[in-house]
């Protein structure tokens, strides 16, 4: 299995991004899969998750409101839409596989990780 993150840049504060996440493999719609984000001098945190058919998700605190997941199966892809972007929002942003069906937020119910995608959010 192989994730490709993509769509990492800069923007200003305020603005909007939004990633993408393409898998290989042929059981995409089998698992659940997860964004999670590592800034500078930090541990990686949980970000946002999706179930395997895209009818639940979860949110971190601290994007609620501004960000939101989707999952497209058909293109073996998930995305993160991400709005009303604030420096502290500035990390590398991973997408990663869950090891079942329904979204999780540890990341050690994660097995397959993408390469990671930078976000820089300017003030």
């Known amino acids: 299995v192989q994730l490709q993150a993509s769509g990492g840049g800069l923007v200003q504060a305020g603005g909007s991004l939004g990633l993408s996440c393409a898998a290989s493999?042929?059981?995409?719609?089998?698992?659940?899969m997860g964004w999670f984000r590592q800034a500078p001098g930090k541990e990686r945190e949980f970000v946002s998750a999706i179930n395997w058919s895209g009818g639940t998700t979860t949110y971190a605190d601290s994007v609620k409101g501004r960000f939101t997941i989707s999952r497209d199966n058909a293109k073996n892809t998930v995305y993160l839409q991400m709005n009303s972007l604030k420096p502290e929002d500035t990390a590398v942003y991973y997408c990663?596989?869950?090891?079942?069906?329904?979204?999780?937020?540890?990341?050690?119910?994660?097995?397959?990780w993408g390469q990671g995608t930078l976000v820089t959010v300017s003030s």
């Open positions: 990663a596989r869950g090891k079942g069906r329904y979204l999780a937020i540890i990341r050690y119910d994660y097995d397959y």
């Open positions: 493999g042929r059981t995409f719609s089998d698992y659940g």
